[in-house]
């Protein structure tokens, strides 16, 4: 029963990690507390979105993630 | 050489090796022969500073599709006979193409604004994340005040 997060560009650095797996269900209050301080801090700006089982999440504070499914945490992109 | 084929009429595409320019817009033209006009824009590695090499990472669920619609969009906007969108992925050194952007219009127009649109788009609104090598190690790049403002002018 779990969750993987995947932390996506720059949050890969402030987590340390490319993902985690983490205990299932998961929602906002447990995502910010299983992610660390610092990006915990990422998480609650505006312009860092969260996506679950590849869709952004309209409003990213209703996260109810489930067994197997991926979480990735999105951070403002640059292309180009 | 087996030659280079296009989808029509929207050709977009992740790409984690170097690109082709000459093939792909010599077969983008060939695949839009009811086209006025036809736009090409190429973006490349800066060779200044100490860049030393540039990374793009991308996800996979959301990148790609991402794209596509993206050109989609730019296509009934712009009444385009056709798009290509080729973004590269992965390491790339300076003079390097990262990006290849390709409209067909039955007018010129169309067919500028439309490419300026997609590049917009591609420099603040895809999911794509870019880092720079410097001799002081890897540098992430947040998108520029300029990047938004540019994608604004679309609003």
């Excluded at chain 1, 993902?19 to 299983?34: F, Y």
């Excluded at chain 2, 998108?143 to 002018?153: F, I, N, T």
Aim: hydrophobic share 45%; charged share 25%; aromatic share 6%.
């Amino acid at each position: 029963m779990s969750v993987t997060i995947l932390f996506l560009g720059p949050l890969a650095d402030l987590a340390g990690e490319k993902e985690r797996e983490v205990d299932a269900p998961l929602d906002w209050a447990g995502l910010i507390d299983v992610v660390g301080p610092e990006v915990a801090q990422q998480l609650e700006l505006d312009r860092v979105n969260v996506a679950c089982k590849g869709r952004v999440l309209a409003d990213k504070r209703a996260l109810m993630a489930e067994d197997s499914d991926e979480v990735a945490l999105l951070p403002p992109v640059s292309g180009g | 050489m087996a030659r280079l084929s296009i989808s029509s009429p929207l050709d977009v595409r992740l790409l984690d090796k170097g690109m082709s320019i000459g093939e792909a817009l010599a077969a983008f033209n060939a695949a839009h022969d009811n086209a006025g006009g036809v736009v090409s824009f190429l973006g490349k590695v800066r060779p200044d500073g100490n860049v030393r090499a540039l990374e793009l990472t991308h996800y996979e669920p959301l990148t790609l599709s991402g794209m596509e619609e993206l050109a989609e969009t730019a296509t009934s906007r712009f009444s385009l006979e056709g798009a290509l969108v080729w973004h590269r992925i992965g390491v790339m050194t300076p003079g390097e193409a990262i990006v290849l952007v390709a409209t067909a219009a039955r007018h010129r127009r169309d067919a500028f604004e439309a490419a300026d649109y997609l590049m917009d788009h591609l420099k603040s609104a895809a999911w794509l994340w870019k880092r720079e090598r410097r001799d002081d190690g890897w540098h992430w790049i947040e998108p520029r005040g300029q990047d938004h403002e540019d994608l604004a002018r679309w609003q």
